[in-house]
C-alpha cells in the first residue's frame, strides 16, 4: 500500500517538472534499471501492492506494457484478468439465488402441512400471507412434509367398508306394478329413504 502511495506522490510530482527533465529522468531510472536486472535473480518476487500497481499504471496508460522489464507484459494481463474475476466473484456472491428461507418459517410450514393433511400448498400459502410472511407457493410446496398415505380413505378401503350396501343398491332391484325399480325389504334399512317402500 505504501508503495501504491509513494508512486502517487511522484506522479502528482512529475506533473509540475517539464517536459525535458522528464525525459532525462526517465533515461536514467531506465538505465539503472537495466543494471539491476542484470544481477536480479532469475524470478523475482513482487508484493501484491506491487502487482496492483503495475496492473493499475497499464490499465490507465496501455502502452507502458512494451515497456515493462520486471515482469513479461503477459503476466500483467493476467493478473488483470484474475483481479477482474475476483473482484466480479465477490460482487456477485452475496446476491446469488433466492434469499434464503428462515429456518423458522421452514418448521412452521412442515407443521401446518402435518397438523392439516388436507391442506395443499396454495391454502398454506395463503394462511402464510394472511400471517405476514411473504413467501413462494412454490417455497411452500418445497418445505411442506410428504405424506405416504392418501389423507382420506382410499377406493380400496370405501368398497370394503361399502361393499354390502353397494351389492343390495347395484343388483338387488325388483321392478313393481309401475314399472319403477323398488329394493327388496330385506335392504330397507340399509338404503333408507331411497327405497319406494318407505315413501
Not at 21 to 44: G, S
Not at 64 to 78: F, H, N, S
Not at 132 to 149: L, P
Request: aromatic share 8%; hydrophobic share 40%.
Amino acid at each position: 500500500m505504501l508503495g501504491i502511495l509513494h508512486a502517487l506522490g511522484i506522479f502528482v510530482c512529475d506533473l509540475l517538472k517539464s517536459r525535458r527533465r522528464l525525459q532525462t529522468e526517465n533515461l536514467f531510472l531506465r538505465h539503472q534499471l537495466n543494471v539491476a536486472l542484470r544481477r536480479a535473480p532469475p524470478r523475482l518476487r513482487l508484493h501484491g501492492s506491487d502487482r496492483a500497481l503495475l496492473v493499475w499504471m497499464t490499465g490507465i496508460c496501455p502502452g507502458l506494457l512494451d515497456l515493462a522489464r520486471v515482469v513479461k507484459p503477459e503476466t500483467i494481463q493476467r493478473w488483470h484478468r484474475a483481479g477482474f474475476k475476483a473482484f466480479w466473484r465477490w460482487k456477485s456472491q452475496k446476491r446469488a439465488g433466492r434469499p434464503r428461507v428462515d429456518h423458522d418459517l421452514r418448521d412452521l410450514i412442515r407443521l401446518m402441512s402435518r397438523e392439516n393433511p388436507l391442506w395443499g400448498a396454495p391454502r398454506i400459502h395463503g394462511e402464510l400471507l394472511m400471517l405476514g410472511f411473504d413467501v413462494a407457493q412454490s417455497t411452500v410446496s418445497k418445505y411442506m412434509e410428504r405424506c405416504h398415505r392418501p389423507p382420506s380413505q382410499s377406493w380400496t378401503t370405501f368398497l370394503r367398508n361399502d361393499a354390502d350396501a353397494i351389492a343390495a343398491i347395484d343388483m338387488c332391484v325388483v321392478p313393481t306394478a309401475r314399472l319403477s325399480a323398488c329394493l327388496p325389504f330385506w335392504c330397507w334399512a340399509t338404503v333408507g329413504d331411497n327405497c319406494c317402500g318407505s315413501r
